[in-house]
């Protein structure tokens, strides 16, 4: 399986992004995966910013309140939305499963501007 993130982007405090997370290949059991949204800014140690749950559930956990994640099992996708973003969300953002991650992907880059 690889996990394909985009979406970042140059944005300024305030304003509003929506990341992307695309699985291919073997895909079959993508449904029944928690996946994950995390991110590393520079200096920092990756954290974890946002769980996907297999069902879906009406209570996803994010870190940030801001953020809301969102699956899209059919297309084999996790959103990640984030709104009022502040400077200190700058960070690469990455996906991964939650257990059992896979190799990390390069991500995408957030940049938060004042």
């Known amino acids: 399986v690889q996990l394909q993130a985009s979406g970042g982007g140059l944005v300024q405090a305030g304003g509003s992004l929506r990341l992307s997370c695309v699985a291919s290949g073997r895909t079959t059991n993508f449904k029944i995966v928690a996946m994950a949204w995390y991110r590393q800014a520079p200096g920092k140690q990756r954290e974890l910013v946002a769980l996907s749950t297999p069902d879906n559930s009406d209570s996803p956990d994010s870190v940030e309140r801001r953020f809301t994640v969102s699956r899209d099992n059919a297309r084999n996708t996790v959103y990640l939305q984030m709104n009022d973003l502040k400077p200190e969300d700058t960070a690469v953002y990455y996906c991964?499963?939650?257990?059992?991650?896979?190799?990390w992907g390069r991500g995408t880059q957030v940049t938060v501007s004042s």
């Open positions: 991964n499963r939650f257990t059992r991650p896979l190799p």
